[in-house]
């Protein structure tokens, strides 16, 4: 650790280039607390998106035509209106209205910039989640449902034992290219000030001047986080693959 | 292995094994418009392999698939070890208990290998003991002559090898009658064989079945009783060998004529 | 990155041939649902069905929203309606009609739509190259501007690029606006290169060897039989990304860029930020961006249906 610090802080004097994160106490401190926010943030927002995800599919299977219009209408609002304009209308409008509390002289709102972040994002890609589980569930043939009320399964239990099991590994490789674009489209939260990495980045370089060498982080931590992600889902893909099928 | 005694316990019926096993009377299905069943009646006595032929179209799916409730009708009475199917309070998981049904496309769970397809109903919804059920499916490997398949998941088996699992999966659950919807439909003519051998084996060993089949031969050799059935009528039946030397009805004949 | 183009393409190809017998039941629709999921990964977006009434509530949405603002409004002051009405020509055209505000969002995807293009097809074209080295080259830079968050690039282009080019004889100054658009360039080039790239794999290579057995060269294939057969299968996918491109637009409110989103916050606090006029405003944008969008998203999913068929 010495020893890396002691190289940048080497390269800073030599070349000018300065990677003033590995070297600086302070904003290593400022960047390692980033990188958890976002991690944080990103994990968040996928089990919020996932969460609205189950939930639209099952209401867009319910028997009312009014609730299949809403889910409808909330898929169509959030696929052709801008992301960042959405996270904005929740912090500043949505979050204008919900309550707050007294924390020692002045008002804390009850759902602070991260939480909306992770509203507004969560609802984001659950609209995309929503119709990939949709199609998922389509896309188990009436007749193996047939098969397993035959044995004696209720509606319920073959949800569990066979539609689910088989619908949930039909829209994996969908799942995982939302899951891939919500992780960049986490970024937006800069807009409302939540301290992930794009924003704390522009802070260290207000402070350091040192602009292209925080962009080389950026790239190098986005482009890594999206490495991982794949990788850890490609190989959940294949361990979730039937044999001799698909 | 099921027998076929066992059955009726506790339903509060007052089944004899003397009285048909299923007794179908009168029945009338419509899907909308379309009258699909216009007052059919069969009985089924316990140990009887029964036959259905017909024309495509002429309902015969429709009407086996309503003996295990998958349709349900709107007039008439099918009676099922004394269990009365077309009654809104049925009790489906103690009907589907006596009724195994075989369909024409397998219908296997892709994602359990063979031997999991076969105990999977059995643990969750008779919620009988694991390693009995093991031990049983097991012994339907066997029978059905899948030795050494009990790994393999459905896509890494052939069509005949499928339905071979398909009817011990049906089996597992101890039923006191077999339906079997042309069963042999999907496959190569070379698997036929092995399928129709291990329907036939069950026969033999006394297994209640209901049968729509093309196979005439099979039908011939190993059938009680022989259904023609056309535009939702039973039009002709009788025992094997007077229905296929000696049919009356023209449309029988006719349809005889065209497939033999 | 290097797993998810792989997998992406060779589960294609296997889903297509081997088990195409063996599960006759599920295998059809699964085969849809992943080949679905293929050309999604290959386009790193989603489409949807869309039908004319889900606008609908759109507007009541936005009744709603203007509804509840007007009954919070202090009787002195000016109505949210009117200040909407007041300022909605500033947000949608910037002051004195000159092309900013939201004009200006749909002039930075036109011209970034047109780089992106531009160099999208070349590089994709890079991608299927027989030179190991160009392939190489145009594959990692594909990957990198694919999966780099576009905000991430547009900073990038917008702090490091020069405010002006001096090319001795003459100095061109590069406003913002033109900065926004080459930084938004990128990730659609990176995109649509997969695009092109995934189009052309996706020919049968019967088309490559009968070509060949014709005598064509390489080059006479790729514009004279492979290219225009692509052509067709490219276009819902380039205007899938127009859509998501204009949607991208407002972020370069973050720059200080002046378009749409700009206006609005300097709309609401010329109006003394007063929170009824929030969600009014707030909605108007969304309200727009949707009007323009939708249609298009619309379109394209027609083109898809009509193309899908003849192909
Ligand atoms: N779920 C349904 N909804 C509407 N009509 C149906 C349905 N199922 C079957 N039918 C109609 O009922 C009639 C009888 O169908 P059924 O499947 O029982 O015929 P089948 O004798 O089994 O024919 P095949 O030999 O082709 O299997 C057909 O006209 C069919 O179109
Ligand atoms: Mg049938």
């Known amino acids: 650790m010495e020893l890396f610090g002691d190289y940048f802080k080497q390269l800073y004097d030599t070349s000018g280039w300065n990677f003033v994160i590995f070297y600086d106490q302070v904003e290593w401190q400022r960047f390692v607390e980033a990188i958890w926010t976002t991690i ?81 994002l969560g609802f984001f890609a659950g609209a995309f989640n929503t119709e990939i589980f949709r199609s ?111 | 292995m099921a027998s076929p005694s066992q059955s009726g316990n506790g339903s509060g019926t007052n089944w004899t094994p003397d009285q048909p096993m299923v007794s179908i009377k009168d029945v009338h299905k419509s899907f909308g418009d379309l009258e699909v069943l216009k007052g059919v009646s ?51 998981l103690e009907l589907r208990k006596k009724v195994g049904m075989v369909f024409q496309q397998y219908n296997l769970f892709p994602h359990k290998t063979a031997i999991e397809n076969i105990m999977m109903a059995p643990i969750t919804v008779l919620k009988q003991d694991k390693d009995e059920v093991a031990e049983h499916a097991n012994s339907l490997i066997k029978k059905v002559r899948l030795e050494g398949k009990e790994n393999s998941y459905p896509g890494e088996l052939s069509g005949g090898q499928q339905q071979r699992v398909a009817i011990a999966r049906s089996l597992a659950m101890s039923p006191d009658v077999m339906l079997f919807d042309e069963v042999t439909a999907a496959l190569d003519p070379e698997t036929v064989k092995e399928v129709l051998n291990t329907i036939q084996e069950l026969a033999e060993e006394g297994m209640t079945c209901i049968l729509v089949t093309h196979e005439m031969g099979f039908a011939r050799e190993v059938a009680n009783h022989i259904y023609f059935t056309d535009f939702g009528l039973i039009v002709e039946h009788g025992a094997p060998a007077t229905f296929f030397d000696d049919a009356k009805d023209p449309r029988t004949k006719e349809f005889l004529s065209q497939i033999l | 990155m290097v797993a998810l183009d792989h997998k992406g393409m060779s589960d294609n190809r296997t889903a297509g041939t081997s088990d195409e017998k063996v599960f006759e039941v599920l295998l059809p629709v699964a085969r849809q649902q992943r080949s679905q999921a293929m050309i999604e990964r290959l386009e790193g977006t989603f489409r949807l069905n869309l039908h004319p009434h889900h606008a609908i509530w759109m507007f009541l949405l936005f009744i709603l929203a203007v509804g509840t603002a007007h009954a919070q409004a202090p009787k002195e ?80 282009i917008m702090l490091l690029f020069p405010f002006e080019i001096d090319l001795g004889f003459v100095v061109i ?42 005598a064509f060269n390489r080059r006479e294939t790729l514009w004279m039989i492979i290219l225009p057969q692509c052509f067709k299968r490219m276009i819902p996918p380039w205007i899938n990304w127009y859509c998501i491109l204009t949607m991208s637009t407002p972020l370069c409110s973050i720059m200080g860029v002046e378009e749409s989103v700009t206006y609005t916050a300097q709309a609401l606090n010329a109006e003394g930020d007063r929170p009824e006029l929030l969600p009014v405003f707030y909605v108007f944008l969304l309200l727009i961006h949707f009007i323009y969008t939708y249609p298009i998203a619309r379109w394209s999913i027609q083109l898809e249906k009509k193309f899908a068929i003849k192909l």
Request: glycine letters at 10%.
């Open chain 1, 40 to 120: 944080k943030l990103i994990i968040a927002c996928l089990i919020f998106s996932l969460i609205v995800g189950f939930v639209g599919a099952w209401a867009q299977g319910a028997q009312s035509k009014i609730v299949r219009n809403v889910i409808a209408g909330y898929i169509q609002f959030f696929r052709n209106t801008p992301p960042f304009v959405q996270i904005l209308f929740f912090y500043f409008v949505l979050g204008n209205l919900t309550p707050s509390y007294d924390a020692g002289g002045y008002q804390e709102a009850y759902i602070g910039s991260f939480g909306w972040a992770v509203i507004s």
């Open chain 2, 42 to 92: 069969l009985d089924v006595m316990k140990g009887e392999c029964i036959c259905i032929i017909g024309p495509s179209g002429s309902g015969k799916s429709t009407l086996i698939r309503c003996v295990n409730a998958l349709n349900d009708i709107q007039q008439g009475s099918i009676l099922v070890e004394g269990l009365e199917v077309n009654d809104p309070n049925l009790d489906k």
């Open chain 3, 77 to 156: 002051l000016i109505s949210p309606i009117d200040a909407l009405i007041k300022w909605s020509p500033f947000i949608l055209w910037g002051p004195e009609g000159g092309l900013t505000g939201f004009s200006l969002n749909i002039i930075i995807s036109f011209f970034a739509m047109l780089f992106g293009t531009i160099a999208g097809v070349a590089l994709g074209l890079m991608q299927i190259s027989l030179l190991l080295p160009v392939r190489t080259g145009s594959w990692i830079v594909t990957q990198f501007f694919r999966n780099s968050p576009w905000l991430v690039l547009l900073f990038t």
């Open chain 3, 173 to 214: 100054p590069i406003p913002d606006w033109m900065k926004a658009v080459i930084g938004f360039s990128l990730p659609v080039m990176a995109n649509l290169s997969e695009v092109v790239r995934g189009a052309v794999r996706s020919l049968p290579s019967g088309q490559w060897e009968s070509a060949e057995s014709l």
């Open chain 1, 136 to 246: 998922g569930i389509e896309a188990v043939p009436e007749s193996t449902v047939e098969a397993a009320s035959a044995l004696g399964y209720t509606r319920l239990q073959s949800y569990i034992h066979v539609v689910f099991p088989l619908a949930f590994r039909v829209c994996l490789p969908a799942l995982n290219n939302n899951l891939v674009n919500l992780l960049k489209t986490t970024t937006l939260a800069y807009g409302i000030a939540v301290p992930e990495m794009m924003y704390t980045a522009n802070q260290i370089w207000s402070d350091n001047v040192n602009v292209p060498e925080m962009m080389i982080v950026l790239f190098f931590f986005y482009v890594g986080l999206v490495a991982i992600l794949v990788y850890g889902m490609s190989r959940w893909e294949r361990s979730m693959k039937i044999p001799g099928y698909g």
